[in-house]
């Protein structure tokens, strides 16, 4: 629900604020005002195309702010989700477009491309008017509107369902299959590759000592020699080795801690020294007999790091990763040499899913069916006491060419807005104000169901009384108070008929200094709206007859009168219907007349 708008700049608009609330609000003014201007700034805010012309002469810039409280807006939630945007049951949208026609969007304070903007504009407004983009006429809309009107979403979520575990059976069958074509080849392939590596026989580690071995063997002479005059040093050297030199400092340690036992400690030390110079050149001599030249060892750890790396690079994974390698090649060969057996059980699963994807397409068929025939029943009623006498409405559920997520059905609405001419698409209805009186007829047939109520976005009239009077423009109002008791609606007309029977009325005007134009909007009280409306049944000079009747007009009327009248305009409707062409011509020529 639009619960505030703001506009700055935009056309003859130098600053407007609106607040709104539930119901049916109707806008009206002199031709002219400025009252469509509002309808374009609210489709600017929801993602409209813009250019430099909507900029107000003289500004930098204009901007649009439009406030919708969410609550019930799943789909609005599910888009705000999907762009990671906070919000608290209240989404912002916001439009600033510059004198030089480049424009700016906003979501919430978050920055939006125009594009994204549009898609979450779709969930909020829907406009209907005789020029404007209508969103019934888009064949998932009309979908989406028949599933909602006929409440088919435990049907929709377990078709939802059904597809995607079908579509993961087939994906699975689809990679089996493929497998398949070259099974035997690749089995061959794999015999091979696994016998390769079962034959190296590779251990967790091997390659890495066997490199270090190889390090050794081919540095040996090097080796050999630095442990050799290691040991010469420490052990073997002509005056004094330190060995030796270390022997008689621990011996004349221990004499000096007989004499002073303070000293003891650290002839520990020295001994310990010499414990550890003694293991250590013992080591390097074992290390050093270690070094013994063997050509065969050499041989073998040379042979068996190339094996290692040649199976390595053919598979091109470094040779750490051969044991990793070899259970991953099992296990593809186990797969493949069972494939026969998971073909089987994959198509038979196939099937399965398959069956259960259908009859949930079939539940969903009939389901729309029944919904469509009486969505398109009512919807032809209302056609009749909405200025199209003979008029009619029909849903056409068939086959689609593929089914998927939302079913196996293609929905289109159908209408014939005359006597004897052949249902066509909606979207090809050539009359812009029969579009307009035909969405509005939809909309109430839809929103009486509780599941539309709260899921419907702001629905803006732009002029949907155009081309009617008389007893017609006044069920065109109480249709649209219907609207407005279940969904929030705005509507701009020009017919008191239509304008008395909203829950809400502002007035639009145009104010002028004779340098600058401007556009004011006032939110009229009960005596202004008496005002307004004689004004609009009486032109320039309002008298108290006009008065007398815009207050009658503003009563409410009792359901029984109201059951009446509305029956009256259905057979004004049907005679007109039935009348001969000269006769009906001149009963068209009479409704100005009457308005």
Wanted: proline letters at 3%; aromatic letters at 2%; charged letters at 25%.
């Amino acid at each position: 629900m639009l619960t505030h708008i703001q506009i700055r700049d935009f056309a003859i608009i130098d600053a407007v604020e609106l607040e709104l609330g539930a119901g049916l609000t109707v806008l009206t003014g002199e031709t002219g005002a400025g009252k469509s201007i509002l309808v374009d700034a609210l489709l600017l805010s929801a993602g409209g195309r813009a250019g430099a012309e909507v900029v107000r002469h003289g500004a930098e810039r204009a901007e649009v702010s439009a406030t919708f409280a969410i609550d019930k807006n799943a789909a609005a939630h599910a888009w705000l989700a999907e762009q990671s945007i906070e919000h608290e049951g209240e989404c912002v949208l916001r439009r600033v477009v510059a004198a030089d026609g480049r424009s700016r969007a906003y979501v919430n304070g978050q920055a939006m491309p125009v594009q994204a903007l549009r898609q979450l504009g779709e969930t909020l407004v829907d406009v209907h008017g005789q020029m404007e983009y209508q969103s019934l006429v888009r064949r998932s809309a009309q979908r989406e509107l028949l599933d909602q009107s006929g409440e088919h979403r435990e049907l929709l979520s377990n078709v939802g369902e059904t597809w995607r575990t079908l579509s993961q059976v087939k994906e699975e069958r689809d990679r089996a299959a493929a497998s398949a074509q070259d099974r035997e080849a690749r089995l061959e392939l794999l015999r091979y590759h696994l016998s390769e590596l079962q034959a190296l026989d590779l251990k967790e580690g091997e390659a890495e000592e066997l490199s270090s071995e190889r390090q050794r063997l081919s540095q040996r002479g090097r080796l050999a020699s630095g442990a050799r005059e290691i040991v010469q040093l420490l052990r073997e050297a002509e005056d004094v080795s330190a060995e030796q030199a270390i022997s008689r400092a621990l011996s004349t340690a221990r004499h000096v801690g007989e004499l002073d036992p303070t000293f003891v400690p650290m002839t520990k030390l020295i001994e310990e020294s010499l414990i550890t110079l003694r293991e250590g050149v013992e080591a390097v001599e074992r290390y050093e007999s270690d070094l013994e030249a063997d050509p065969q060892r050499q041989e073998w750890v040379e042979e068996r790091l190339a094996t290692m790396e040649s199976i390595a690079r053919k598979h091109r994974v470094e040779v750490s990763a051969l044991i990793n390698l070899r259970a991953e090649l099992q296990q593809e060969f186990q797969r493949l040499d069972s494939l026969e057996a998971s073909m089987a059980q994959i198509e038979k699963r196939l099937e399965q899913a398959q069956q259960k994807f259908s009859a949930a397409c079939t539940k969903l068929t009939t389901a729309r069916k029944a919904a469509a025939k009486s969505l398109g029943e009512s919807i032809t009623t209302l056609m009749q006491t909405l200025g199209m006498p003979g008029g009619k409405f029909q849903i056409d559920v068939r086959a689609a060419e593929s089914a998927g997520l939302n079913g196996a059905d293609d929905i289109e609405f159908l209408v014939s807005a005359n006597p004897g001419q052949p249902p066509r698409a909606l979207a090809k209805v050539a009359s812009g104000g029969e579009l307009s009186r035909i969405s509005l007829a939809i909309q109430v047939a839809a929103v009486q169901t509780d599941a539309m109520a709260g899921s419907l976005a702001c629905l803006v009239f732009d002029e949907v009384d155009a081309g009617v009077g008389g007893g017609v423009a006044e069920i065109v109002g109480r249709q649209l108070r219907t609207l407005g008791e279940r969904a929030q609606a705005l509507c701009v007309t020009h017919l008191p008929q239509v304008a008395s029977q909203a829950h809400a009325h502002v007035r639009v005007t145009k104010l002028t200094d004779g340098k600058t134009t401007r556009t004011a909007l006032h939110p009229l009280t009960a005596d202004e709206r008496v005002e307004e409306i004689a004004r609009m049944l009486g032109g320039i000079n309002v008298t108290d007859k006009a008065r007398e009747h815009a207050a009658e007009m503003l009563r409410p009327a009792p359901a029984k009168s109201s059951a009446k009248a509305t029956k009256a305009a259905s057979k004004q409707s049907e005679s007109t219907a039935k009348a001969p062409p000269a006769k009906a011509a001149a009963a068209g020529r009479k409704k100005p007349a009457r308005r």
